[in-house]
Each structure stands twice: as structure tokens, then as C-alpha cells.
């Protein structure tokens, strides 16, 4: 099943879910979900567009939202979302939430989404959990980073709780992780809301 499904080893419920959805199959299809704002292309997602919709696994493989090459953001805490459909509504961009650690439906419509030529740009908290997220991430489907960087890190001017955990190394930004241990801050997603806010305006 791992030879056709074309995916990195892994274990856990989710990367097996997440195999058995690649090639078509599903067991425990309801349980995993993925929360979505801004998406056409679906009768369901069109009819709350502006308002953020839980997909199950279920619904994206036996019912396959038509996605165009959209650029996507996504983010990692569902307050992000809330923020989005609260400040700007159905002129939103599409956006998709991991909710933490990416299930086995967050990462299906990710691949749907760059199966269909659609580009991917990821923000997730500044903290060793968030980062190993991020790596997860990276395995899996290509990203760019939004507002996720060394520079971006920095300019939030150490805002936010003491850093705590093991330290884990951003393979996207070997520079990150160095400066995190330095300043010793976790900046999550909540606290730089304005900035995303804004690029989703522009």
C-alpha cells in the first residue's frame, strides 16, 4: 500500500489514514477533518464562502472540490481562521488550518491542492512544536514560507511567553532556530494577527 501511495515512512493513525486516502481508500473517514475558509469550486464550500467550513476525509475523496491553481495560505491555529472570516468575510483568500499537527485530511486537500498546480504559503507558531510541524510540512508537500522566517521572528521584538522544550532545527531556515534559542521567546500566531491580517488585505 506504502509503494502506491507514493509517501514518506511514517506511523500513527493519521499517516495511515492519510495512506489509505492517497490511494483512494478510507476507513475512519469522519473522525479527520480539516477547517477551510475561502474556497469555491464545491456547492457546500461556495454556499458558506466567507465563513469557515470543517471538511471530513470523507467529503474531499468521494466528493472532490474543483480547485484551480490557487495560491493557498495556511496556518496553524484555528484563531487565525476566526480572524479572517470575522475581518474580511468572503473576500478572503483561501486559506486551510492544520489545527496543530496535520491530519490525514489537512494533508490530502494540501495535495489536491498542488496536484493542482496551486502553490502553498505556510505560517505556523514560533515554538519548538510549531516548527516541528512546519518540518512535517515540508516532508510532505512543497511550501513557501509566509511570515515563518529568521527576519520575520526577529521584527516581532520578542513578544510573547518563554520558549521552552528541545530545540529543533527549521529545514527551511537553518538561521531560525539559532535565533529563537537566542531571544528565548515563543511567538505564537495570535500575536502577530495584524500582520497576517494585512497581507490578506493587500
Known sequence: ?????????????????????????????????????????HQGLEAWLGQPVHLTLRQLV?????L???????????????????????????????????????MHLL???????????YHGDFDWGGIRIANVLQDRVPFTPWRFDTASYLAAGGVGRPLAGTPVE??????L??????????IEEELVLDDLLSDWEA
Open 170 to 175: 527549521a529545514r527551511w531556515d537553518p538561521a
Open 177 to 186: 532556530a539559532p535565533a529563537m534559542s537566542h531571544t528565548g521567546r515563543r
Open 68 to 106: 484551480a491553481a490557487l495560491d493557498v495560505f495556511v496556518c496553524e491555529n484555528p484563531v487565525v481562521v476566526a480572524a479572517a472570516a470575522d475581518h474580511l468575510g468572503p473576500s478572503c483568500p483561501p486559506l486551510v488550518c492544520t489545527s496543530g499537527q496535520p491530519s490525514a485530511a489537512v
Open 62 to 66: 468521494r466528493d472532490l472540490p474543483r
Open 111 to 121: 495535495r489536491l491542492i498542488v496536484s493542482a498546480r496551486g502553490t502553498l504559503r
Open 1 to 41: 500500500m506504502l509503494a502506491l501511495s507514493g509517501l514518506p515512512d511514517g506511523s500513527g493513525s493519521e499517516w495511515r489514514r492519510e495512506v489509505w486516502a492517497s490511494v483512494g481508500l478510507t476507513r475512519d473517514e469522519l473522525s479527520t477533518t480539516v477547517i477551510t475558509l475561502g474556497f469555491g469550486g
